[in-house]
Structure formats: C-alpha cells, structure tokens
C-alpha cells in the first residue's frame, strides 16, 4: 500500500469499518455520478494512480472503477469535506459509471409522491459485464 500523507489521513475520519463515503462527480460538468466506499488503501491508490479505487463491501476487495467494464474514471480532484467522514471525488468519467447502464447511478427522481426514473439506459450492462 501507498502511503497516503499525515496531513490527509489525519484530515478523513474512517468509519468503524475502517471506511469513508465517497462521492464521485464529473469535474466539468458537475453531474452526481455515484456513492461508493473507500478505505485507506483505496485512497492511497486513487493518489498515486490518478485511476479512481474503492472498497466493495460486498466483496470484501479493492476494485478500480472499470477494470470489468472499462468505465473508467480518472481523478481530477480529492476533497475532503469539513467533517471528514466523507470525501468528494472531481473525475473524468468515461462511458457510465452506474452498473445499470446509465450515466449516474442518481437516475430516478421524487416525484408526484413516487419514484420516476430521470434517466435512460445508454449502454447495455450485459455488454459491460457478461451474462453474471
């Protein structure tokens, strides 16, 4: 693992699962891209690579954003909000960064008392990730 500053592991307040939310938005346009997870590994690697990583709590693993789909995101910016328990990430992301196909993981809406979906499928997940 990369060793990540004093002043910004200092600066993130990891949770009791030793993880810290993380937001991901494009650096350009400002559009909410997903919410994922990241430990200090995860960190340390997004610095140093400038290839955005995090933790799957599923899957108890390290994964970089597109290493199955080859939807990537490149880093731009790492922020750390005032608490610390939270970090925002400016990236470039190429192709969709949610599983469904979609650009945004953020696709459906509050709307009229129910939830409306905002935003289509642009790339077919099958193609992305296989039949699994």
């Known amino acids: 693992m990369t060793e990540i500053p004093a002043e910004i592991l200092e600066a993130i307040a990891l949770d009791a699962n ?30 140093e690579s400038r290839e955005v990583w995090y933790w799957s709590r599923s899957r108890k693993k390290l994964w970089c954003k597109g290493e199955t789909s080859g939807q990537t995101q490149a880093l731009v910016d790492l922020r750390v909000d005032c608490d610390g328990d939270a970090v925002l990430l400016l990236v470039d992301q190429k192709g969709v960064a949610c599983h469904t196909g979609r650009r945004s993981c953020f696709y459906r809406a509050a709307r009229d008392g129910r939830l409306t979906e905002i935003a289509g499928v642009v790339a077919d997940p099958k193609m992305l990730y296989g039949d699994s």
Do not use: K, N, P
Request: proline share 0%; charged share 20%; net charge negative.
């Open 18 to 47: 030793g993880l810290v939310c993380a937001i991901a938005q494009q650096h350009d346009t400002g559009e909410v891209l997903m919410q994922a997870w990241m430990d200090r590994e995860a960190v340390a690697r997004t610095l």
